[in-house]
């Protein structure tokens, strides 16, 4: 099985930062595209960022500018730079990694618990 575990979130003010760690372990033989979530309370869950195995990265438009996704290989982590933040950035943000454990498996969805951010003065 493969296991994410997130870490960073908190409580900031408008106009901070904060940086978003998400670390793969388990039975990985691979991981392809990692990715950051978020969801707030009454809102549907909405991607963020991604990132895939080469570096590509993708944004949603509402981030573009002030987040930044990033990874490490060798870590099997993603990080997600949060710079500027806005009361509007305010959720749970959820990682996900696509995954498979053997070099004969399919990729798998694995998600993280997730990690509460708060933007608040």
């Known amino acids: 099985q493969v296991q994410l575990v997130e870490s960073g979130g908190g409580l900031v003010q408008p106009g901070g930062s904060l940086r978003l760690s998400c670390a793969a372990s388990?039975?990985?033989?691979?991981?392809?595209?990692m990715s950051w979530y978020r969801q707030a309370p009454g809102m549907r869950r909405e991607l963020v960022a991604t990132i895939t195995s080469g570096g590509q990265t993708n944004y949603a438009d509402s981030v573009k500018g002030r987040f930044t996704i990033s990874r490490d290989n060798a870590k099997n982590t993603v990080y997600l730079q949060m710079n500027s933040l806005k009361p509007e950035d305010t959720a749970v943000y959820l990682c996900?990694?696509?995954?498979?454990?053997?070099?004969?498996?399919?990729?798998?969805?694995?998600w993280g618990q997730g990690t509460q951010v708060t933007v608040s003065s």
């Open positions: 388990g039975s990985i033989f691979s991981i392809g595209s």
């Open positions: 996900n990694a696509l995954c498979r454990e053997t070099r004969d498996s399919y990729y798998r969805d694995y």
